[in-house]
């Protein structure tokens, strides 16, 4: 019993530095308002709650400490139910969800600033610069290596050299992969 007591005084502290290891998510209202103290490119993943390939990201990218480490260094990072009921205001216009209806199960109306921000298919990555001004969206799940080219092409700021498809699949066949799946 007292070894096992050594072990938990031991294990605790290790379980929740842990926990603590995780994206730092915030609003889109709360990212605009930090970009305004410490400029930075905002990713924004927009997902719903019925999606399958959103968990999986959830479960599989967003969990992985090399994804984590870099998003938390480079971005404000923002997570946005496109179906959500709570409006949102963004560069002072207020977005909600007209058509949400709280006893609907499943799919429940498509949110204004989900319109606004051009997403069609979920999950999508919105990459925001540090003006708020929305410079690409990348639809589709990704594994922490596959969502490593998309963060580094926008946050090294390669997107303002890269402007034909030639150098675009130049860019990604010299690309290397750092993080680990």
Not at 8 to 26: G, T, Y
Request: hydrophobic content about 35%.
């Amino acid at each position: 019993m007292k070894h096992s007591l050594i072990l938990l005084v031991f294990l605790i502290p290790l379980l929740s530095i842990a926990q603590e290891k995780s994206i730092n998510w915030v609003t889109i209202e709360e990212a605009q308002e930090l970009v305004k103290e410490e400029p930075r490119k905002i990713m924004m993943d927009v997902y719903t709650h019925w999606c399958g390939p959103c968990k999986m990201m959830m479960r599989n990218t967003f969990t992985n400490p090399d994804v984590i480490e870099y998003i938390n260094a480079n971005y404000y990072a923002v997570k946005f139910n496109a179906e959500s009921a709570d409006p949102v205001t963004f560069k002072d216009v207020e977005y909600t969800n007209p058509n949400f209806d709280p006893n609907r199960k499943g799919r429940n109306g498509v949110h204004q600033f989900t319109r606004y921000m051009g997403v069609k298919a979920y999950p999508t990555i919105v990459y925001l610069d540090e003006n708020m001004t929305r410079l690409t969206n990348v639809s589709g799940y990704k594994t922490p290596t596959g969502l490593e080219l998309m963060l580094k092409f926008i946050a090294e700021e390669k997107y303002k050299e890269v402007k034909t498809q030639e150098e675009w699949n130049d860019y990604q066949a010299e690309f290397t992969p750092e993080f680990k799946e």
